[in-house]
């Protein structure tokens, strides 16, 4: 069995920082891809952020400049520092990861989520 398990969410003022951690646990033999998504209340869930194995990055044009994603393959985790964060940053971030349980399966696995609030 493989969880992907968040942390780091809160409340935030206008402007401050966060940093979100994801860690997979369990039969793992390779994650591909880790990602981070959110999904604002009333809102359809958008791709923030990705960085594949090798390292290769993409932002949402939202994210640019503002948020870094960065990964640890040997802690199986994944990272998103958010800074100059904004009321409109609110919603349910998750955690997503393309991840290999054996050499020859693979499957996608979501975390439960973490909110982030920005409000002053």
């Known amino acids: 069995q493989v969880q992907l398990v968040e942390s780091g969410g809160g409340l935030v003022q206008p402007g401050g920082s966060l940093r979100l951690s994801c860690a997979a646990s369990?039969?793992?033999?390779?994650?591909?891809?880790m990602r981070w998504y959110r999904q604002a209340p009333g809102k359809q869930r958008e791709l923030v952020a990705s960085v594949s194995r090798g390292g290769v990055i993409n932002y949402a044009d939202s994210a640019k400049g503002r948020f870094t994603i960065s990964r640890d393959n040997a802690k199986n985790s994944v990272y998103l520092q958010m800074n100059s964060l904004k009321p409109e940053d609110t919603a349910v971030y998750y955690c997503?990861?393309?991840?290999?349980?054996?050499?020859?399966?693979?499957?996608?696995?979501w975390g439960q989520g973490t909110q982030v609030t920005v409000s002053s």
């Open positions: 997503n990861a393309d991840i290999k349980p054996s050499r020859y399966t693979l499957f996608a696995y």
């Open positions: 369990g039969r793992i033999f390779s994650i591909n891809d």
